[in-house]
């Protein structure tokens, strides 16, 4: 006998599909992000670790490409599932803390109309894995107090093992969580011999990559530092908290009113210790001048919270404005979380709002955020190159490679260029650097630029082969050259570079 479906999964069913119709709908006006071709690229060369990044996202892009193939749709649709998956999640914890169809209705609701959320599951990037990966930690500890078995530790230490590899930052969640614990009446869960192996297996699941972390002089300590130097010292506390506000501003009330109700109200003394550990979690970034959008996270939990809260505490006129709110907050910002308007309809639509929606890193106001601006040109240049190189006689291949000045022009040209037979570009930005070969000797060059730099007193025959002309793409103007006949230095040259550059990956003898 087929049992039948409650009414309660078929609402969160629903609302999963709805939030993956939002993505399938709308991932087609743009190409591939900057950072998505990257993590594409490092998909073709599984280690245990990476320059800027753990091993997950390579691996996760090499399961994606061989179930779907390298497309543009399959790099989307991944991200799109993880986004459904988490609203999935979503109602399951709002069910494991008693709440109904209304609670659902609202935490769902919350999740599908969050602006971050609606980007960070558009683009193939870690950072939607990590997501999801807070969101299941926390279900999993609620299910472990609920239930006080603590063989739910086995899976706690398991999944965030999974998050280590995918994002380093799984590590604000884990201290805080252990550390609400401890401040809670459920401590007691802490001393199981369950805590202790789930903690070991997992340090067992993580330790190639800190292996590889050793082996390659700690890239991530020097990754933070660099990070610490050039962007968390202009962090400020008021800058911080503000963006707490605004980055879920449409689902602000459902979530501070969880928040709220779960750290003041006795009877949810229980759970008490999740209002605690996105508390520490706050606080420990706020020391370290961490980058607001780390405890974007936690936000998933909190909407559950909200969603609980408002069913349980206020009346239904209270429920229906905070959605009201969140779709009415929401709709003109849609645009800017979606990539679903073209580009030069959201030239357009974003130019009342440029000084604020178009203001990029290097200070300056362009015709499109810089996000969007990032998804496209890549494909004129993958092209360019491509056909550039297939032209090319197989006697003067043999001879020959190509340089990018940057991971985002190297992943086009393995993307895109894949289809005419590129080789892997050499290029001198993050993991490609760490590909890059020791030497290359006296070879001719497919070489992508602005303008020639130095490559122009480093050969003495360049041809331009063409130009990307494109006005929305970031890098517009880039040129490839074909060089050939380089001067007797430039063997010494290049290795000089490489060496020094990886220097930094190097441990000392």
Known sequence: ???????????????????????????????????????????????????????????IAALTTTVFGSTTFALRVVPALIGSFSV??????????????????IACLAFVLSPAFLRSNALFQPVSFNQFFWLLSGLLIIRLVRSENPRYWLLIFFAWALAFLVKYSIAFFIVASLLALVLSENRRLLFSGYFFIGGFL????????????????????????????????????TGF????????????????????????????????????????????????????????GFYSILFALGGVALERYF??????????????????????SLPMLGMERMAAYSKPTAEFTNRWEDGNVYALPQDYADMTGWKELGELVGKSWAALPDSV???????????GQAGAVNFYGAKYGCPRPICFNDEFLLWAPDSVGSKSLLYIDQDRGDIGFLYQNIQLLGEVQNPYFRENGLKLYFCTDPVPEFPSFYAEKVNRLRAVYTRSK
């Open 88 to 105: 999935i999640l979503i109602g399951k914890i709002v069910l494991e803390l008693k709440g109904g169809t209304r609670a659902i209705l």
């Open 241 to 296: 908290l503000i963006d707490q506000l605004l980055m879920n501003l449409p689902g602000v009330f459902i979530w501070v009113i969880g928040f709220g109700v779960f750290l003041l109200i006795r009877k949810e003394k229980k759970y008490r210790f999740l209002a605690f550990t996105f508390l520490l979690i706050v606080i420990m970034l706020l020391l370290l001048h961490g980058k607001a959008y780390y405890t974007l």
């Open 315 to 336: 009346k239904p006129g209270w429920q229906l404005f905070c959605l009201a709110f969140a779709l009415v907050i929401l709709l003109p910002l849609l645009p800017f």
């Open 397 to 407: 291949k043999t001879n020959t490679f190509i340089f990018a000045q940057n991971y």
């Open 202 to 237: 997992a340090i067992l699941l993580i330790s190639p990559n800190l292996y590889w972390q050793y082996q390659h002089n700690w890239p991530l300590v020097h990754h933070m530092s660099e990070l610490q130097r050039t962007q968390f010292v202009n962090v400020s506390v």
């Open 1 to 59: 006998m087929i049992k039948s479906v409650s009414k309660e999964w078929v609402l969160i069913g629903l609302i999963a599909f709805f939030k993956l119709a939002l993505h399938l709908l709308t991932f087609a006006n743009y190409e591939l992000h900057r950072d998505a071709l990257l993590y594409f690229s490092l998909g073709q060369d599984l280690e245990w670790g990476y320059a800027s990044v753990p091993p997950g996202i390579g691996l």
